[in-house]
């Protein structure tokens, strides 16, 4: 925090000393009223580009189970996304041109952090759906920035050590699934939602009672056995993996095979990550298969067995563990998991600490998060993670980096000199 304070007051005097302003970093030979007028439909229309594959791809890739009421979901959904995050990047637009044009110039804290904070209250307007969509990827691209930064020790330390991040993972595994075993629709999560072992009833006529009826077995599959039930999420997950790899080398090379279909999908292939393809992979295949053992050894299902296999099965984290934002992504899922448990299980009759459950943490998190990690990305763009560049450079239209360069041209003269 002391050296943002510094850095603040550092970029501060000079913007003031060459009286900089939103003219300047923002729109040059246009006028404010211009500017945000032109900036609307260009905003609506980046923000749009972002939500398309997002949405767009996977109701084409299962499409023959999809329906007209599926369909008008999704583009709901889609509407909203792309207003939400327009209104965002559009919100910290209008406020730097508002505060430079109050206070006549332009400072560190009214070019990014406080215009960041004005556009992330537009998240109080979004859908439940929506607003959880976008807190959730703040939290853990902010997660990630901090862990990048290694500030603070406990992150330092996961920074440094790939064995603690698999640990980390691992434990953070096992919260998750144990709050998918006791409340499933809750959050969402690699694995579909595990449920609880409910065993099948048969009433028996002769003395009209109901005995426990299993058919099959006493894991969570049915009509096939645990070896092919095994194989089967192998091969799924494995697919789901190509997937996600072609859907992010797309988005990252979407330009590129524009210009040529050819070279581009020989990006696409050459970007194929195998380390991430064995953790998609073998992480819930070597959970569903130490759920299975667990449960034939004991010879029934326990909510024991589900958190050991959880835990047991983030071991191929390790093969993985370079990718912070999949631990980042794990962090914050459990944090949410673990407060879906705090609200269903807390008292309401005692109102023990029930006043927390009324505060918005998560749309807190996204004004503070979003202001951070846009600040990090312009002034300590070393420890930005590459995604979250080329999502300002979208959503932006290429304004960030341009307002980046404007800047750091005021300051990197007199740091040579």
């Known amino acids: 925090m002391s050296e943002m304070a510094a850095l603040s007051k550092y970029y501060s005097e000079i913007m003031k000393s060459h009286n900089v302003t939103c003219a300047y970093v923002l729109h040059p030979d246009e006028s404010c009223t211009y500017f945000l007028l032109k900036t609307i439909p260009i905003t609506l229309f980046r923000t749009a580009q972002f939500f398309v594959p997002l949405y767009f791809l996977p109701m084409l890739a299962n499409s023959k189970n999809f329906t007209k009421e599926k369909l008008y979901d999704v583009l709901k959904v889609f509407v909203s996304s792309v207003i939400a995050g327009g209104s965002t990047v559009y919100g910290a637009f209008l406020s730097i041109c508002l505060l430079s044009n109050l206070i ?30 976008f807190c959730h990827a703040v939290s853990f691209i902010t997660f990630d920035i901090l862990v990048r930064d290694g500030s603070l020790w406990p992150l330092r330390m996961l920074k440094t050590y790939r064995s603690l991040r698999t640990i980390f993972f691992m434990i953070l595994s096992g919260i998750i699934v144990d709050s998918m075993y006791l409340n499933g629709d809750s959050i969402i999560w690699l694995f579909k939602p595990l449920r609880k072992y409910k065993p099948k009833i048969e009433n028996d006529i002769s003395s009209n009672k109901t005995k426990p009826f299993d058919q099959h077995h006493i894991c969570d599959h049915k009509r096939i056995s645990c070896k092919s039930y095994i194989l089967q999420v192998f091969r799924t997950y494995l697919m789901l993996g190509m997937a996600l790899e072609i859907l992010k080398s797309l988005f990252s090379n979407f330009g590129a095979i524009l210009k040529n279909p050819l070279t581009g999908w020989f990006y696409i292939i050459k970007h194929i990550k195998p380390n991430f393809l064995l953790f998609v992979s073998l992480y819930p295949t070597l959970t569903e ?23 047991l099965g983030g071991l191929p984290f390790y093969f993985c563990a370079d990718e912070l934002q999949i631990l980042a992504h794990t962090f914050i899922t459990a944090i949410e998991a673990i407060w879906h448990r705090y609200k269903l299980y807390s008292d309401p009759t005692t109102q023990t600490y029930q006043w927390l459950t009324k505060i918005p943490f998560a749309k807190i998190a996204f004004i503070f998060g979003g202001s951070y990690m846009y600040t990090a990305r312009l002034f300590y763009p ?25 800047v750091h041209s005021l300051w990197i003269p007199e740091v040579i000199i």
């Open 289 to 311: 298969s130490i759920n299975c053992m667990l449960n034939n050894w004991l010879q029934r299902s326990t909510r024991l067995n589900q958190d050991i296999s959880a835990i």
């Open 104 to 133: 006549g110039h332009t400072s560190f804290w009214t070019l990014i952090p406080i215009p960041a904070m004005a556009g992330g209250f537009t998240i109080f307007m979004a859908t439940e759906k929506v607003h959880g969509f």
């Open 382 to 406: 070393w420890i930005a993670p590459k995604f979250l560049q080329r999502l300002m450079m979208l959503i932006t239209n290429n304004k960030f980096d341009v307002i980046g360069e404007r």
